[in-house]
């Protein structure tokens, strides 16, 4: 039978359709299956807490599983002081949403969309494109919190600002990123498991990737170059375009998704209609300008994305790291306390924190990593912080990196 264990309980999940997809197979075990003849099975209470911290439906649904006691459970010390931290910011307001912030961000999306738009109508087509591409992809930062339920205390209203933001921002799906997305978060850079790791044939981001590439495709003359087609071509081109052209689109039409649907159409459509209202140029020349400005968004979205994760070290498939391992030893906070940083990548910037509680509202993250780096220092555990030019050259430099292995070998 297949469980998942959450301190001294283990809880069958055999039958469970789970609302988030696959992700909970990422944490579950099975009874015939030895983990690791010398340690336990892997707590999951802080997976479970982070991914579920405001669903009263999800707590009253692991209460109704299948169940049994198990034990006595080993305590890990660590651990433990861990979930005292986390007690204590909770205590503190630091899980409290902010309907201030949350008006302050809308109305910052709004301004830069009317700001571009009227740049395009002065004729300064190239400051309006990069305006309009930060919005959309400041869109993406926004549906990402949303996606997390840390942007507001309902549940129900985050899934609707996630639907809205990324269908008419990004042309995107809201469920599609969120079955890409939290398998991320629940193993991050690991082997088979973190999706952020399979992008074979566009880009490797590490040694061994070939060799662990599920789809079996790549081309090595491609790879040798991969420093300088990761922003321009992979990110701007090929993954945005797959995203909002196919993948996406594809989820939406088997969710038969029809809200979502609408919202993509409109970001289409009304997009496309207010940039020929504003030129007085023909639709179809002002949507080809449209996919310029998401070209755009595309180079400013992964190309951050990039920054906090793929220069960090791989999970082999058969560890286990717990939940504070994996986001200390595997993911880096980038200048937590610049708040221009802050600004331009819409929090994600605090990497660390925000894996260890993704459920806690970004803005107030730049303030935890004080405390954080404290309690790391306590506990003997490495604590990256860079600055963002330094992560900038990290991560183009394991590009090269990688690629020189692949020039070599293939």
């Known amino acids: 039978m297949v469980y998942i264990r959450i301190e001294n309980t283990e809880y069958f999940i055999g039958d469970l359709k789970h609302p988030g997809g696959s992700v909970i197979n990422y944490m579950s075990y099975k009874e015939s299956l030895a983990i690791n003849p010398n340690q336990e099975t892997p707590d999951s209470k802080n997976a479970f807490e982070e991914f ?4 009263k439906k999800a707590h009253l649904v692991l209460k109704g599983l ?32 902010s309907k201030t912030h949350v008006f302050y961000r809308f ?32 869109c993406g930062w926004l549906m990402h ?14 899934k609707i600002l996630q639907k809205v933001l990324i269908g008419t921002g990004l042309w995107c799906s809201g469920s599609m990123w969120n079955s ?48 300088y087609t990761y922003l321009p071509l992979t990110s701007g081109f090929f993954v945005m375009f797959f995203w909002i052209y196919y993948l996406h689109p594809r989820k939406i039409i088997r969710d038969l998704d029809f809200v979502q649907g609408a919202l993509v159409l409109s970001g289409h459509c009304v997009r496309t209609s207010l940039i020929s209202a504003v030129t007085g140029w023909n639709l179809s020349t002002s949507y080809l300008f449209l996919t310029l400005q998401m070209f755009g968004s595309g180079m400013y979205l992964f190309g951050n994305f990039a920054l906090s994760h793929t220069t960090t070290p791989v999970v082999a498939e058969d560890e286990h790291p717990t939940w504070v ?44 990593s004080k405390e954080l780096g404290k309690w790391a220092k306590k506990w003997d555990i490495k604590y990256k912080v860079i600055g963002y030019w330094q992560a900038v050259r990290e991560c183009f430099n394991n590009l090269n990196e990688v690629a020189k292995g692949f020039s070599d070998t293939l």
């Not at 579920?52 to 669903?55: A, G, T, V, W």
């Not at 919190?145 to 985050?158: K, R």
């Not at 906070?333 to 459920?359: A, E, K, R």
């Open 107 to 138: 109305s910052e999306i709004f301004s830069m969309f009317f700001a571009s738009y009227y740049l395009l109508y002065h004729d300064y087509y190239i400051t309006s494109t990069i305006v309009a591409s930060i919005a959309s992809g400041r």
């Open 325 to 368: 391992h994996y986001a200390f030893e595997h993911t880096v906070d980038i200048n937590p306390h610049n708040p221009l940083i802050n600004w331009f990548m819409g929090y994600l910037n605090c990497q660390v924190v925000h894996h260890l509680f993704p459920s806690m509202p970004q803005f107030r993250q730049p303030e935890v």
């Open 145 to 158: 919190e949303a996606g997390h339920n840390s942007l507001t205390d309902s549940v129900a209203v985050n």
């Open 66 to 97: 299948p169940q049994k006691q198990v034990g006595p459970f080993k305590k890990d010390a660590m651990l433990e002081d861990f979930s005292k931290l986390r007690e204590s910011l909770k205590v503190r307001g630091f899980f409290d949403t």
């Open 52 to 55: 579920h911290h405001r669903s």
């Open 180 to 227: 890409m997305h939290n398998k991320h978060h629940a193993t991050p850079q690991k082997i088979a498991h973190d999706i952020d790791l399979d992008t074979l044939p566009l880009v490797a981001f590490y040694k061994g990737a070939v060799e662990n590439n599920r789809r079996g495709s790549y081309s090595s003359e491609w790879l040798k170059y991969q420093a």
